[in-house]
């Protein structure tokens, strides 16, 4: 083994807006706070999903290929209805995509993610 994992870093245009809706949809906690950069956790010793502030920040665009999406966030759920109505109350966007076992919708600053039932 080289090294551990430390964190899954974000590019954001506001790191405490987009860290604050990932807190309420996976129930982590702050780890790491800072103007440019937050991460957050299960605990400070424990990998990160971490948020860093870019500018100028330009959102992914899905699906498109202008801007495409570098990678996205699985989020297992019990219930998909109740879920995204949930998500959408924390002010995701649905795109109106999926199947019965997953749907996609857009964090608040246009990343990617995913709700999945299997």
């Known amino acids: ?27 982590m906690v702050r780890v790491e706070n800072d103007d440019d950069w937050v991460g957050i956790g299960d605990a400070p010793d424990r990998p990160a999903i971490a948020f860093q502030r870019v500018d100028p920040y330009i959102a992914p665009e899905w699906p498109g290929h202008v801007h495409p999406q570098q990678a996205h966030i699985d989020v297992k759920v019990k219930d998909l209805d109740l879920a995204e109505t949930q ?7 649905s795109m109106g995509a999926g199947s019965k076992t997953f749907r996609v919708y857009l964090d608040p600053q246009s990343h990617p993610f995913c709700l999945v039932s299997w």
């Open 1 to 27: 083994m080289i090294g551990t994992w430390q964190a899954l870093v974000i590019d954001c245009e506001n790191p405490d807006k987009l860290a604050s809706f990932y807190e309420q949809l996976l129930g």
């Open 87 to 93: 998500v959408l109350a924390m002010g995701a966007t």
